[in-house]
């Protein structure tokens, strides 16, 4: 027997029109160079239905891949919200990414159109002859004075939304399935691997900020989310803020600690998420600021150190709210809200708990699995295993299937790369990485890649890269090198040698000579052992 419920899509178009119909009066606030925008959800959204006939008017195809490089900004919303309402598909570009990695990820996803930041236009035009898909370069003005290149293929975006009607009517997405958005996340070796989300995953993932024991976004919110919108659509927060009505606050371009926590007091901002560098940053200046209205300080993207969330609790009277995740997660999968049972607990293992990764919210299921036996681990809190990920806002396949089918487990979970052991009530505690990467402010550096040039030197046998903990970055890259016999070369020379082959904030803080790399019981590099090695080993 069948329910007898009605068939309904969950769809973006849903969030869209709710906030046109309900919260209208709500407002949008941006940083730009020049000082703050606002906006109100009424006036974004005539730009939302304008943008919507100009993808049209611009030939862009009914699920053409559209291409954003730009910052947290109201305009970039209208863009989360023009273009998978009229079926077509989100792609925030990185702006942190490697110009390789950009236009093999523009070119990967096809995109036709690609909106760009004037402040961000330096970054990006240098390389947009390798677009080979992209047909118009859409300039949004934020107050930089960078160049406007004179090519046909630019466009001014005010302009464009002046010269477009708003399209009137309801927008319709019939396949709920249907791709909304993409966002590329960067693998442990080989080309960056494209996540799709779809409707329905997207609207369930905003849903679950609403709830109380996730970041319980409500109408009365002041939200700002500084985590980059090109970051798994900035852990979900822009959509849902739009789905409860908050109040919205965008940061902008500039990013430095004293520009955030400015707006964060002049806009009684109550809720509002970054990762730990940005928490680490901005917490010698908090004595300066009136933040009693914040009730939220959303942390994730990399461990929150109890050290850093008990200084919050001291100086605001509010610890950190940690959760975990990943792109390929939408990316909520877990939050520490505290829990009845810690109630019994005492100050100091609550401050535990807090920086524990927490239970898993709903919707979502995780199971630790060893990953040599593939045996589940017990939630004892001794026992640890890779955590395993399914739920319908968990990826089941990258774009084109591309680059990680070991990623997938044959019975449909997602294996994070992320080990961990959890409590009897499923609480995390993440103790280490399967996958070989350093995750340096948020961004991720690749340690085979790192490695591989290390070891295009000509002096050099072998090198393994891991992660060493650090004050603001949280981890950055250690490089564990091996000479070939009779070779010396000192620490200088290795970086000097690997200035021009990689990014600059990829290269290593120290080098360390060693004299050959453990490996495992299978001949692969033990980074476990050197871990264990350089434990205490810290940069700053
Ligand atoms: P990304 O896909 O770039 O968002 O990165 C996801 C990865 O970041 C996860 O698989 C973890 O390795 C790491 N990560 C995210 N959140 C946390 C957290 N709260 N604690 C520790 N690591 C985290």
Partial sequence: MLGLMQDRPLALPHVFHRAEQLFGHKQIVTATADGVQTTTIADWAVRVRRLATALDRLGISSDGRVGTFCWNTAAHLELYMAAPCTGRVLHTLNIRLFPEQLTYIANHAEDEIVFVDRSLLPLLWPHQDKMETVKHFVVIEDGADAEIPDDPRVLDYDRLLAESEPF?????????????????????????????????????????????????????????????????????????????????????????????????AAHKVTVTGGVPTIWMGALPLLGDYDLSHLRTLLCGGSAAPKSLSEAYREKLGIPLLHAWGMTETSPI??????????????????????ARQGQSVPLVELRLVDPDTGEEMPWDDEHTGEIHAAGPWIAKEYYRGEGGGAQYTEDGWLRTGDVAAADRYGYLRLVDRTKDLVKSGGEWISSVELENEIMAHPKIAEAAVIAIPHERWVERPLACVVLKPGETLTAEEVIEFLTPRVAKWWLPDAVEFIDEVPKTSVGKFSKKTLRDKFAGYTSS
């Fill in 333 to 354: 999968a877990t939050m520490s809200t505290p829990r009845s049972h810690h109630d019994e607990l005492t100050e100091d293992q609550r401050a535990n708990s807090r």
């Fill in 168 to 264: 009137a009517g309801r927008f319709h997405v019939e396949d709920e399935n249907s791709a909304a958005a993409m966002c590329y996340t960067s693998g442990t070796t080989g080309n960056p691997k494209g996540v799709v989300y779809s409707h329905r995953s997207t609207v369930l993932h905003s849903l679950i900020s609403l709830t109380a024991d996730a970041a319980g976004l409500s109408e009365r919110d002041v939200v700002m989310p500084i985590v980059p919108m090109f970051h798994a659509n900035a852990w979900g927060l822009p959509y849902g803020c739009l789905l409860a009505g908050s109040t919205i606050v965008f940061p902008g371009p500039n990013m430095t600690p004293k520009a955030i926590l400015e707006l964060l």
